[in-house]
């Protein structure tokens, strides 16, 4: 079974400065894909960012960047130049790759608080 | 992008009676769906998965008597919550794949039971 553990319930970070969360997996499959998602107060969850087992690369998106270490097995969501709008839980997700019948399966997520 | 749609987003309904909630995805066909629901500052956990055309997947736990899934057409899963009593009240959020890198969310439903 998939399973996703953060450890960081909450995080503090200084605006403009850069902030990794922490996100380690562990599944059997040989093939899937990591994502991380933002959840504002609004409940509304907001993709940021994707990594595929096989993606040699780390995935990046703007201000977002995944630090993916698949020895590991660990799937880092680094957030560069902080904002105050980013103040929000955030969760580490992962799933099969290759079959689309399969959900999500979430961490318990970090809380990041972003100060002026 | 691919968009997800769910409503209501708000529903405050008395104890005992029934809750429609949908799930519509607007610009792709979703020959599945997934219903999350979140308790306060919990993670989202899946309480069914919903295949159009077939009987909905219920985890574990959830009784599938209360929590009614109906994947009627390729757009549109409902989630019907039957006598709802107070410890239902919770976030439900919808979820679809429209490839299989990305899965779009729904913009949830807060449910109060009163």
């Known amino acids: 079974a998939q399973k996703i553990t953060q450890t960081q319930p909450g995080m503090f970070v200084q605006e403009k400065e850069a902030v990794t969360l922490d996100c380690t997996y562990d599944t059997s499959d040989q093939s899937y894909g990591l994502f991380w998602y933002k959840q504002p107060s609004s409940g509304e969850m907001i993709f940021l960012i994707y990594q595929g087992s096989y993606d040699e690369q780390n995935a990046t998106e703007g201000r977002y960047s995944l630090n993916f270490q698949k020895a590991r097995k660990s799937a880092n969501l680094v957030i560069s130049a902080s904002q105050l709008g980013d103040s929000a839980m955030y969760f580490c997700a992962m799933r099969e790759a290759y079959s689309g019948n399969t959900p999500l399966v979430f961490g318990k997520g970090t809380r990041l608080s972003v100060i002026a | 992008g691919a968009v997800v749609s769910q409503h209501p987003s708000r529903v405050i309904c008395k104890s005992g009676t029934s809750v429609k909630i949908e799930c519509r995805s607007l610009?792709?066909?979703?020959?599945?769906m997934f219903w999350y629901r979140q308790f306060p500052k919990q993670s989202l956990m899946l309480m069914a998965t919903?295949?159009?055309?077939?009987?909905?997947?219920?985890e574990q736990g959830v009784e599938k008597d209360k929590f009614l899934i109906n994947h009627a057409s390729l757009t549109l899963s409902t989630l019907t919550v039957t006598s709802a009593h107070p410890e239902d009240s919770s976030f439900y959020i919808c979820?679809?794949?429209?490839?299989?890198?990305?899965?779009?969310f729904g913009q949830g439903t807060r449910l109060t039971v009163v």
């Open positions: 979820s679809a794949m429209a490839r299989r890198a990305e899965a779009f």
């Open positions: 610009d792709f066909q979703a020959t599945t």
């Open positions: 919903s295949n159009e055309g077939s009987k909905a997947t219920y």
